[in-house]
């Protein structure tokens, strides 16, 4: 997910298969890596509750991290203790990984009491985030499966290139709804063009 993590998927696919990378996907790298750099200013620092698939959550991490943005809580369900360490050790591994815990075997009632004793700025997750939403506050980014109550999700990817920057798209929509949704309240900075 995200450029750094499709940039190794197709290192590695290269060096097996012993082809170059084509030309189309260094275009592809190219939209999301001036798509990142645009969208920065905007995500840098922001803390994220993150929960779902352990595989996809791995690439996330990667991604947010990309991103200037702190995956603060990081939970898999089905995640085993293996895991739980991979993930730690990608953690450990990052200057902004320092203040992020992850959590194996725990499910969305142990995030609801997450976000309430440590806050964050927005969750990604499945539509079962939707409740957590509605009982803290924290803005919902939908991500992952299942997506039940909006249209179409699973026709997007979310791995690659393109995946990636419909992954930031996503992001970066729920960011500027609540910059807007602040915005109302005083009047100040509602801008037509960010």
Known sequence: ?????????????????????????????????????????????????????????????????????????????????????????????????????????KDLWHMRSLLFTEPVDFLIGNTYGKALEKDTGTPLIRLGFPIMDRHHHHRFPTWGYQGGLNVLVKILDKVLDELDREAMKTGISFDAIR
């Open 1 to 105: 997910m995200g450029g750094q993590g499709t940039d190794q998927f197709l290192m590695e696919m290269s060096r097996l298969s012993g082809e170059a990378i084509p030309g189309a996907l260094e275009m592809e790298r190219g939209r999301v890596v001036d798509a990142i750099a645009d969208s920065m200013a905007y995500l840098h620092g922001k803390k994220f509750a993150i929960y779902g698939d352990p595989d996809m959550l791995i690439g996330l991490i990667g991604f947010l991290f990309e991103l200037g943005a702190e995956p603060t809580h990081i939970m898999a369900t089905n995640g085993t203790k293996k895991w739980g360490k991979r993930v730690q050790k990608i953690l450990d591994g990052h200057p902004c990984g320092e203040d992020c815990t992850v959590y194996q075997g």
